[in-house]
Protein backbone atom coordinates (compact mmCIF):
# COMPACT_ATOMS: atom_id res chain seq x y z
CA UNK A 1 0.00 0.00 0.00
CA UNK A 2 0.88 3.50 -1.09
CA UNK A 3 -0.43 5.53 1.40
CA UNK A 4 -2.57 6.32 4.48
CA UNK A 5 -4.79 8.54 5.99
CA UNK A 6 -7.02 10.18 9.02
CA UNK A 7 -9.76 12.30 8.28
CA UNK A 8 -11.12 14.81 10.49
CA UNK A 9 -14.54 17.39 10.04
CA UNK A 10 -11.99 20.11 10.77
CA UNK A 11 -8.68 22.03 10.11
CA UNK A 12 -8.60 22.54 13.88
CA UNK A 13 -8.56 18.65 15.01
CA UNK A 14 -6.27 18.25 11.99
CA UNK A 15 -3.52 20.57 13.28
CA UNK A 16 -3.94 19.35 16.49
CA UNK A 17 -3.86 15.85 15.53
CA UNK A 18 -0.53 16.82 13.66
CA UNK A 19 1.10 18.68 16.38
CA UNK A 20 0.54 14.93 18.53
CA UNK A 21 1.81 13.00 16.35
CA UNK A 22 4.99 14.87 15.02
CA UNK A 23 6.01 15.22 19.12
CA UNK A 24 6.17 11.56 19.38
CA UNK A 25 8.23 11.27 16.01
CA UNK A 26 5.39 10.29 13.45
CA UNK A 27 6.21 11.82 10.00
CA UNK A 28 2.67 13.03 8.64
CA UNK A 29 1.13 15.93 6.31
CA UNK A 30 -1.61 18.32 6.47
CA UNK A 31 -3.27 18.23 3.42
CA UNK A 32 -7.10 18.50 2.21
CA UNK A 33 -8.87 15.37 2.11
CA UNK A 34 -9.03 13.58 -1.14
CA UNK A 35 -12.72 14.18 -2.87
CA UNK A 36 -13.21 10.25 -3.17
CA UNK A 37 -12.82 10.00 1.05
CA UNK A 38 -14.99 13.15 1.89
CA UNK A 39 -18.29 12.67 2.80
CA UNK A 40 -19.62 16.18 2.87
CA UNK A 41 -17.22 17.82 0.09
CA UNK A 42 -14.80 18.75 1.90
CA UNK A 43 -12.60 18.12 4.75
CA UNK A 44 -9.04 17.76 5.98
CA UNK A 45 -6.55 14.51 6.31
CA UNK A 46 -3.01 13.46 7.38
CA UNK A 47 -1.68 11.48 4.74
CA UNK A 48 1.07 9.40 6.05
CA UNK A 49 3.21 6.10 5.78
CA UNK A 50 1.15 2.95 5.90
CA UNK A 51 2.83 1.27 8.85
CA UNK A 52 2.08 4.29 11.17
CA UNK A 53 -1.45 4.79 10.51
CA UNK A 54 -2.67 2.21 13.55
CA UNK A 55 0.12 3.80 16.29
CA UNK A 56 -1.06 7.25 14.77
CA UNK A 57 -4.70 6.68 15.94
CA UNK A 58 -4.00 5.20 19.20
CA UNK A 59 -2.15 7.71 19.79
CA UNK A 60 -5.22 10.04 19.22
CA UNK A 61 -7.23 7.95 20.91
CA UNK A 62 -5.29 8.33 24.10
CA UNK A 63 -5.23 11.69 23.72
CA UNK A 64 -9.19 12.24 22.75
CA UNK A 65 -8.39 13.62 19.57
CA UNK A 66 -11.64 12.67 17.36
CA UNK A 67 -10.71 11.71 14.08
CA UNK A 68 -12.91 10.40 11.24
CA UNK A 69 -12.50 6.98 9.34
CA UNK A 70 -8.44 5.58 8.74
CA UNK A 71 -8.11 4.86 4.59
CA UNK A 72 -4.99 3.37 2.86
CA UNK A 73 -4.39 3.17 -0.72
CA UNK A 74 -4.35 -0.19 -2.17
CA UNK A 75 -2.24 -1.57 -5.19
CA UNK A 76 -4.90 -0.47 -7.81
CA UNK A 77 -5.17 3.45 -6.71
CA UNK A 78 -8.50 3.00 -4.82
CA UNK A 79 -8.90 3.42 -0.98
CA UNK A 80 -10.10 0.97 1.92
CA UNK A 81 -11.04 1.74 4.77
CA UNK A 82 -9.15 0.22 8.35
CA UNK A 83 -10.59 -1.01 11.02
CA UNK A 84 -8.84 -1.26 14.56
Do not use: H
Not at 41 to 52: E, K, S, V
Not at 76 to 84: D, V
Amino acid sequence: MKQSYITFRSVTFAQKAERILKKAGLECTLQRTPKELSQRGCGYCLGMRPGQVIRAAQLLNRENVDYGKLYAVNPEGGYEEIRI
